[in-house]
């Protein structure tokens, strides 16, 4: 055979094997998924090394909600003042952002990769917000607390996106609304706070349960379940005027805040789904919901 005519047929075999081979990685590569948006009641970092009711429950629901391509986390823990950031770091570092809790704590590591490119995505979406990106962050434990339970082979890309203190409720439900494009690519909003919180007024006798151990936290979580279900955001976003315990409930908005970025996050027909309900320390809701 001729050196021209062997050389063709060669070629030609090449380029049909890397046709055939490009169809399969094509038929095996999942499909894009719209993931919902989420609210976590992340409760004490103490969490991660348990396995309670709680736990169980986030075990069993990242199952259900299947593989994103990226998760973007909005954390209580990450406060910023007068500005947006975006995590854009290739490879977040673990932090530890608490104390006097034990040693074992400290030694988890939750080394999922960074998502740079949906980072730089959520910033643009949120430009006309005034969103930087940032590499002064990590995961703190309001996300890599949670994300031990729901995904904890750390092999999904993940960033996150601070919450703006200085801001009111409007804001809040604004960014949400913004990153929810990302939901299309197969992004998972996860925020992580807790609709009640105030440490000062825990419960630390008490056991675990679906009632809390006061009236002002029964009645402003039971309250925000109401407003959810109504779809009443102008009232969540208005938290102070939505019941008499929210003075006590969210003395501070930074662990409230979170749930307005993954209602902002909802699209219109989307009812809540409530994953788990309940208290820890007596005064701590627990509430997890889901839209989408």
Same mark, same amino acid.
């Given at each position: @055979? =001729? &050196?021209?005519?062997r050389h063709? @047929?060669?070629a *030609?075999l090449?380029a049909?094997?890397? *046709?055939?081979?490009?169809?399969?990685?094509?038929?095996t590569?999942?499909p894009?998924?719209?993931m919902?948006?989420?609210?976590?009641? %992340?409760?004490?970092? @103490?969490n991660?090394l348990?396995?309670?009711?709680?736990t169980?429950?986030?075990?069993?629901?990242?199952?259900s909600?299947?593989?994103?391509?990226?998760?973007?986390? /909005?954390?209580? %823990?990450?406060?910023t003042?007068?500005e947006?950031?975006? *995590?854009?770091?290739?490879h977040?570092?673990?932090? #530890?952002?608490?104390g006097?809790?034990?040693?074992?704590?400290?030694?988890?590591? &939750?080394p999922? =990769?960074?998502?740079?490119?949906f980072? #730089?995505?959520?910033?643009?979406?949120?430009?006309?917000?005034?969103?930087k990106?940032?590499?002064?962050?990590? $995961?703190? %434990?309001?996300?890599?607390?949670?994300?031990?339970?729901?995904?904890?082979?750390?092999?999904?890309?993940?960033?996150?996106?601070?919450?703006? &203190?200085?801001q009111g !409720?409007?804001?809040?439900?604004?960014?949400?609304?913004a990153?929810?494009? $990302?939901?299309?690519?197969?992004? $998972?909003?996860?925020?992580s !706070?807790? /609709?009640?919180h105030?440490?000062?007024?825990?419960?630390?006798n008490a056991?675990d349960?679906?009632?809390?151990?006061r009236?002002?936290?029964?009645?402003?979580?039971?309250? /925000?379940?109401?407003?959810?279900?109504?779809?009443?955001a102008?009232?969540?976003?208005?938290y102070?005027?939505?019941?008499?315990?929210?003075?006590?409930?969210a003395q501070?908005?930074?662990?409230?805040?979170?749930l307005l970025?993954?209602?902002?996050?909802?699209?219109?027909?989307?009812?809540p789904?409530?994953?788990?309900?309940?208290f820890?320390?007596?005064? $701590?809701?627990?509430?997890?919901?889901?839209?989408?």
């Amino acid at each position: @055979m =001729p &050196y021209n005519r062997r050389h063709i @047929m060669s070629a *030609t075999l090449s380029a049909t094997l890397t *046709t055939l081979t490009g169809f399969a990685a094509a038929a095996t590569k999942r499909p894009i998924v719209r993931m919902p948006s989420i609210f976590v009641g %992340h409760g004490s970092p @103490m969490n991660a090394l348990q396995n309670n009711a709680f736990t169980r429950t986030l075990d069993k629901w990242g199952k259900s909600i299947g593989q994103p391509t990226a998760i973007l986390v /909005v954390s209580a %823990h990450w406060l910023t003042q007068n500005e947006t950031k975006v *995590t854009v770091d290739v490879h977040p570092k673990t932090i #530890h952002d608490f104390g006097g809790f034990p040693k074992a704590l400290f030694d988890m590591q &939750y080394p999922a =990769p960074g998502a740079p490119e949906f980072a #730089h995505q959520a910033a643009n979406l949120l430009a006309s917000l005034g969103a930087k990106p940032s590499q002064d962050w990590g $995961l703190d %434990h309001g996300a890599w607390t949670v994300l031990h339970f729901l995904y904890p082979k750390a092999d999904i890309p993940v960033f996150q996106v601070s919450i703006d &203190y200085a801001q009111g !409720g409007d804001y809040h439900l604004a960014v949400g609304k913004a990153l929810s494009a $990302l939901r299309d690519q197969g992004v $998972l909003i996860l925020a992580s !706070g807790n /609709v009640v919180h105030n440490l000062r007024h825990v419960d630390r006798n008490a056991s675990d349960g679906l009632m809390a151990s006061r009236p002002w936290a029964q009645s402003f979580d039971s309250a /925000v379940k109401a407003a959810l279900l109504t779809n009443d955001a102008k009232a969540l976003a208005d938290y102070e005027r939505l019941d008499a315990g929210a003075q006590l409930a969210a003395q501070t908005p930074d662990h409230y805040w979170p749930l307005l970025y993954a209602l902002g996050a909802a699209r219109d027909g989307e009812a809540p789904q409530f994953i788990f309900e309940g208290f820890q320390l007596g005064t $701590l809701s627990m509430r997890c919901v889901q839209w989408g």
